[in-house]
């Protein structure tokens, strides 16, 4: 199965092409992503000496993350994927970045900005694919709070909110991993197993998933 996986939610511009077991990957650190994005994504099919229209399915980042970023991997996935008639399939940025750590716990946290982080926990099953076992939220980090047991901390969040968030969570988090970003290796893997379990969707339903907007849609029902 041939994926194209991109991720733009972060600081990472990451891209992957999957040809059945066989992934390469192109990452660049940064803030210049839309630059970048369709540059690492010729280069990538050139090496392999193939057309958009050879693929399966493109799998993108669909957030949480910077809304930028997001904005822009939509954008790019949306582009090619109606071009090619190809199918589509989003994937959560916090599940891909838990899903390339060597934990069967993760407590992933990304920063939102505004003293929040984006955050989700998830479990390995054991087809050795990461599974959700809470929502994915945005809070100040005073109100992380995972199901008991024992998590390792992973994501940008924790880069900036460590000092925050350990003393609270000490007893149910035995470390964190510092400058872990989602793989688009790890996301074109989720990507592969998404079209397999028919999770894949046509082009124009490739729309970012910001968390914050879903928030502030809720608190105004709720004052409503």
Not at 45 to 70: V, W
Not at 85 to 114: C, K
Not at 180 to 208: D, W
């Amino acid at each position: 199965m041939k994926i194209l996986a991109l991720d733009t939610a972060t600081e990472a511009c990451s891209v992957a092409l999957a040809l059945d077991d066989e992934i390469i990957e192109r990452q660049r650190l940064g803030r210049q992503h839309a630059e970048r994005i369709l540059e690492l994504i010729e280069e990538l099919l050139t090496e392999a000496g193939l057309r958009p229209a050879d693929l399966d399915a493109i799998a993108f980042g669909r957030g949480p993350g910077m809304f930028t970023g997001l904005r822009i991997g939509a954008g790019v996935t949306q582009g090619i994927a109606f071009a090619a008639d190809l199918p589509v399939v989003p994937v959560s940025t916090l599940l891909t970045l838990a899903q390339g750590l060597d934990a069967d716990r993760v407590l992933a946290a990304l920063d939102a900005r505004m003293g929040q982080v984006y955050w989700g926990c998830f479990v390995r099953g054991d087809d050795g694919f990461m599974e959700a076992v809470s929502e994915e939220r945005v809070d100040s980090p005073g109100v992380v709070m995972p199901p008991p047991g024992n998590w390792i901390g992973a994501g940008s969040g924790w880069d900036q909110y460590n000092a925050e968030l350990l003393p609270r969570l000490q007893t149910q988090v035995t470390g964190w991993q510092a400058q872990a970003f989602p793989s688009a290796v790890e996301l074109a893997r989720l990507g592969q197993r998404g079209v397999a379990l028919g999770l894949a969707i046509s082009a124009e339903l490739a729309i970012p998933v910001y968390v914050r907007d879903d928030v502030a849609r809720k608190s105004a029902r709720q004052d409503s």
